[in-house]
């Protein structure tokens, strides 16, 4: 069983920082792709924000692009979103999401975090 767990989210001024994780756990044998989503206040769509591939290419929305910055360990099966100047409208839900294949076959699978709430407020 392969789980996403997230954590950092919280609630912060505009301008400011926040730090999001995100660790894979379970049986992996290779973690694909990693990005990060976000889901807005009143039904809004689930977006992605940036996305990071195994070898470190980043691609990242128009919205945050210069103010969000996706990494990762392949090392400790960890990706991170580093916010910084915060905006009220990156107030959402922010989802952890990765394509991984287990040690028993071929197949890639993806998987989804439970989510962590960003709150940006004055």
């Known amino acids: 069983q392969v789980q996403l767990a997230e954590s950092g989210g919280g609630s912060v001024q505009p301008g400011g920082s926040l730090r999001l994780s995100c660790v894979a756990s379970?049986?992996?044998?290779?973690?694909?792709?990693m990005a990060w989503y976000r889901q807005g206040p009143g039904g809004k769509a689930r977006e992605p924000v940036a996305v990071i591939s195994s070898d470190g290419g980043t691609t990242y929305a128009d919205s945050v692009r210069g103010r969000f910055t996706i990494s990762r360990d392949n090392a400790k099966n960890t990706v991170s979103l580093q916010m910084n100047s915060l905006k009220p409208e990156d107030t959402a839900v922010y989802y952890c999401n990765a394509d991984i294949s287990l040690p028993t076959g071929t197949r890639i699978n993806n998987y989804w975090g439970q989510g962590t709430q960003v709150t940006v407020s004055s």
């Open positions: 379970g049986t992996i044998s290779s973690i694909y792709g």
